[in-house]
């Protein structure tokens, strides 16, 4: 009669510390990503390669909020708690510069490194082109902005995918 108690303590304490894991949402459903600052890196590389592709003469000035924003809606099916980077660039440019090509220049230069289309509104008074790269899902925009006759606004935005601020999640 001992034994068979002692089998089923051992059993019941299994049941319970396995219980116990998977209650905890298990480590093997979180992967670990790269951190904020590293993804905030990254952002910031694609936004100055799209920069690179333009005609000389044009800068990039920071605009609007950026920086580090909870993904409070994850569109990738993953876990709470991460964040997405951000980062926003005015395209300041003399008057003589070619802004009409802005957009089909950088279309150009995402279709040849095989970045996918998130959102083409080419076709609208204001154009707007989003683009994701596959390989690592940071994306990109541009927008161009027909003010009064002449003058043209143009915004660089570049943001993460969701990732874990310090690579893994905080402990609970």
Not at 7 to 25: E, I, K, Q
Not at 53 to 69: D, M
Not at 99 to 120: E, H, M, S
Not at 134 to 155: F, H, K, L, M, Q
Request: net charge negative; charged share 20%; proline share 9%.
């Amino acid at each position: 009669m001992g034994a068979r108690h002692w089998r089923t303590g051992v059993l019941a304490a299994a049941l319970v510390a396995g219980l116990a894991t998977s209650a905890c949402g298990g480590d093997d459903d979180v992967q670990p990503t790269v951190t904020a600052v590293q993804a905030a890196q990254r952002v910031e590389e694609i936004l100055r390669e799209a920069h690179s592709q333009l005609p000389p003469g044009a800068e990039l000035k920071p605009f609007g909020n950026s920086g580090t924003l909870p993904c409070d809606d994850p569109t990738d099916g993953g876990p709470a708690g991460r964040v997405f980077v951000e980062q926003q660039y005015e395209v300041a440019f003399p008057a003589s510069w070619p802004a009409d090509q802005a957009l089909p220049t950088l279309a150009d230069y995402w279709q040849q490194r095989d970045f996918k289309v998130v959102n083409d509104l080419r076709e609208r008074s204001d154009p707007r082109l989003s683009v994701e790269d596959p390989a690592d899902g940071y994306r990109i925009s541009v927008t161009v902005y027909n003010r009064a006759p002449g003058s043209v606004d143009i915004y660089l935005i570049g943001s993460s995918p969701c990732v874990w601020e310090h690579g893994t999640p905080a402990p609970q």
